[in-house]
Each structure stands twice: as structure tokens, then as C-alpha cells.
């Protein structure tokens, strides 16, 4: 089992981090081999994360503390979570690929 908590809901992107909405962005790859941009929103709303597409479409998903880190929130579709780096997970529901932030169990913030 994958322990990890998120350590917020976004980071600053190239552009200053924030969208015009005053949301955080985060690297996504939106559809089947989509090149990675620093163009999604996320809202963050207590334990629930809305990740909005630059075409209009958004995903949820909820923050769990169960160890798992995070969970589609519609349930429509299975998520999946891989370590992707130092300090970074990357979320995966359907063709569609999200990066974020996040702190591993026990301090380690790697891949090791």
C-alpha cells in the first residue's frame, strides 16, 4: 500500500502558479498521449480536489487518509497513483495524467 499525504493542492507553474481565478495549477497531460503543460486549475475545497481541463472539463477527487492519498470522487472511473519524483505523485483516471505535490509516509519525500 502507497502511504502519502498531499502536501497541498497545487505549486507554482512557469507563469507564477496561479490561474486567472486565482487557482493553483498543476502539470497535467489531458487524453491519450497528451504532451504534459502546466494548465490545470485546482480548487481545493476541504478534502476534495477539482482538477478543470483548458476545454471545460474538470475532474474530483477526494483526499483520503487511509493511506491510498487520493480517490475519484465520481467514482465514474478507477484511479491510479505512482510516485513520480522527489516529493510527487502522479494521478491517473482514464487517458488523463495529473501531477501533485506530495509527502510520503515516514518523512520520505523520493522515489527510493
Known sequence: ???LALAGCGR???SGGLADEGHEMI???IGADAAWKDDCPVEH???LLTIRHADGGFRRFLIVHDGRGVVP???AENAA???AGKGE???RAGQD???LPAQFAGGRNDAE
Open 73 to 75: 470522487a465520481d467514482g
Open 27 to 29: 502539470p497535467c497531460a
Open 1 to 3: 500500500m502507497l502511504c
Open 12 to 14: 507554482p507553474s512557469g
Open 81 to 83: 497513483i505512482l510516485i
Open 45 to 47: 475545497d476541504h478534502d
Open 97 to 99: 495524467r495529473y501531477r
Open 89 to 91: 505523485i502522479e494521478l
